[in-house]
């Protein structure tokens, strides 16, 4: 939670003025955290799919990953959405009186915005993903070790359509 507390604080100025150092820091500490949280508690299905547009397009991952965050994120709150208002609040959203569906809602939205806000693609097509792949994509990202600490299983048809609608 604190690195994305961190994340949604300082990344917009780190992205606008890369020559400040003490923003450029504070986000080299949530990465740190991150990194441990990953270590701790392993990825999930955006990253499996992000793997496998890495690897069919030569993608960069962290885009990719940005890109599909909010789509898998929409499957996942159905079984988790209390931890999605946690993130909600870890930046800097107001969910006090939401229920925990419309924190999670909020949370999601936060997360396109700040995407959006830092210059991230906002679909998969600007990165010359096709919908002829879908199925490949969808097929080996079943496979991906990450997929196991994902919240929630998906079918190969769900995570066709999160690719779907992140084109």
Do not use: W
């Amino acid at each position: 939670m604190k690195s994305i507390e961190l994340i949604s604080k300082y990344l917009r100025e780190a992205v606008a003025h890369g020559e400040d150092v003490r923003t450029r820091d504070m986000m080299a500490h949530a990465e740190y955290l991150a990194g441990i949280a990953f270590n701790n508690a392993s990825l999930g299905y955006v990253h499996s799919m992000a793997h496998q547009l890495g690897g069919l397009y030569n993608l960069p991952h962290g885009v990719c990953n940005a890109i599909l965050l909010p789509y898998v994120e929409a499957y996942n709150k159905k079984v988790v959405p209390e931890r999605f208002a946690d993130i909600a609040r870890a930046m800097g959203e107001k969910v006090e009186g939401l229920s925990h569906e419309e924190a999670a809602d909020r949370a999601i939205e936060a997360i396109r915005k700040l995407a959006l806000d830092i210059g991230i693609p906002s679909g998969l097509k600007e990165l010359g993903a096709k919908e002829e792949d879908l199925e490949l994509l969808a097929e080996h990202a079943m496979q991906d070790v990450c997929r196991r600490t994902n919240p929630r299983e998906l079918s190969k048809e769900d995570i066709i359509e999160i690719y779907r609608k992140a084109l």
